[in-house]
């Protein structure tokens, strides 16, 4: 497995359990790179959905990948405060190609005031019928979004005050 290196740029790949791609982030500059943990920045990259359809990102963003939680956090930087876009997914795997992961369809939004929403549950449910998921993935996953919500009231992690203003700058100096 690979290490991301801080500074070089990488692609972003969702997968789904059953190993379809999923979504693809164009360009994403790596502000820390370990085998634990990646951080990265963006800005008004392209993200290219499974169906072949693209769109681009609005604002610059803060993206947190751990290699052992089930979950990794979008920071995006809005005029009104950050908003967070919070995926269950499978902790991260790097390689010459990408950074990579697989989407579990539970999703978490935080908003500036630090409330909080769980969202597509029903996708959740459908998609653990369809693809199989076993009881074993089932727990982690739900035991995760327990572990994210307690990261979200202690304000632990990418929730801390200063975390995604700190990494901003740090992604503005590769922009410069």
């Not at 993935?137 to 304000?155: E, G, P, Y």
Request: hydrophobic share 35%; glycine share 6%.
């Amino acid at each position: 497995m690979g290490c991301p290196k801080e500074g070089e740029t990488v692609q972003i790949h969702s997968y789904k359990h059953n190993g379809h791609i999923h979504r693809v982030w164009d360009e994403t500059t790596v502000l820390k790179g370990t085998q634990n943990l990646v951080i990265g920045g963006n800005d008004k990259t392209i993200v290219t959905e499974s169906d072949g359809r693209t769109w681009i990102t609005r604002e610059p963003a803060i993206c947190y990948f751990h290699g052992k939680h089930w979950f990794n956090i979008i920071g995006m930087i809005r005029e009104d405060g950050v908003y967070y876009y919070c995926n269950i997914s499978s902790p991260f795997i790097a390689d010459d190609e990408a950074l990579k992961y697989i989407d579990y369809d539970l999703d978490i939004k935080v908003f500036p005031d630090m409330t909080f929403i769980l969202l597509d549950e029903d996708e959740y449910e459908k998609h653990r019928k369809e693809m199989n998921y076993p009881e074993v993935i089932d727990k982690i996953l739900k035991s995760n979004v327990q572990t994210l919500i307690s990261w979200i009231r202690q304000r632990k992690g990418p929730f801390a005050p200063d975390f995604i203003d700190l990494w901003y700058e740090r992604y503005l100096t590769y922009r410069g």
